[in-house]
């Protein structure tokens, strides 16, 4: 069975610093993952995923994302965070082959002026 | 750009109502879902479907139920409403790739109480 893990319920950082939302992820197969963001009365939106090639994968409004198969982690990273990052961040999984997406639980991200 | 609209973003039910909560997207997607997000637990799948008429269970299907008739439309049916299906009730849709890459978008939400 697959599943993710999102260790922190919620991640302070001031603007302007680096800022880290981190995810683990345990499958059988390949790994498959994702990134989303929700901002407040909002569906969600994609921000980036992982499928095959480069680790470090690039995505919308300046996160990144590093798959390490080593520590099965899918960390979301961004340089220097804005106010605006401020929202509700989901990790999801789908192991390798036709099946769904595994969601965890969520990490809210607050970004301090 | 991918949309994804649900009929309601706010629905306030009673007990034992019927209720019906429609999606349609507008990009000619093979898989739909329904999930529903409550605080602390993420998002459970409750139903999916990779094509029309065919509908699979999710992780909680209990108390649900779904119709999908034509290709755009995928529509969530709660047949006697209760207090524990209060929640935020999320859409998404997505291609069927044979790279089985698909990303799912996601509709705005909509948030029922029931009462």
């Known amino acids: 069975a697959q599943s993710v893990a999102q260790p922190e319920d919620q991640v302070n950082v001031a603007e302007g610093n680096p800022l880290t939302v981190k995810c683990t992820y345990s499958v059988s197969g390949n790994p498959y993952l994702f990134w989303y963001v929700q901002y407040p009365n909002r569906g969600l939106q994609f921000l980036l995923k992982y499928i095959t090639g480069d680790n470090l994968v690039k995505g919308s409004y300046g996160f990144e994302a590093e798959f390490n198969k080593s520590q099965t982690s899918f960390h979301l990273k961004k340089p220097s965070a804005l106010v605006s990052d401020s929202a509700l961040y989901f990790c999801a999984v789908r192991e390798g082959g036709y099946s769904t997406l595994t969601f965890g639980k969520g990490t809210m991200l607050l970004v301090s002026p | ?115």
């Open chain 2, 1 to 115: 750009d991918v949309k994804v609209t649900q009929s309601s973003r706010y629905l306030v039910k009673r007990t034992g109502e019927k209720v019906f909560l429609e999606c349609v997207q507008d990009m000619d997607h093979e898989n739909m879902f329904w999930y529903r997000q409550d605080p602390g637990l993420g998002l459970r799948l409750i139903y999916f479907s990779y094509d029309v008429k065919m509908k699979e269970k999710g992780d909680i299907p209990e108390g649900y139920s779904v119709s999908r008739e034509k290709k755009e439309r995928f529509s969530l049916i709660l047949e006697s409403a209760s207090t524990n299906q209060t929640s935020m009730y999320l859409c998404a849709s997505s291609l069927y790739g044979t790279g089985r890459q698909e990303t799912q978008y996601f509709g705005p939400g909509t948030r029922l109480l029931v009462l």
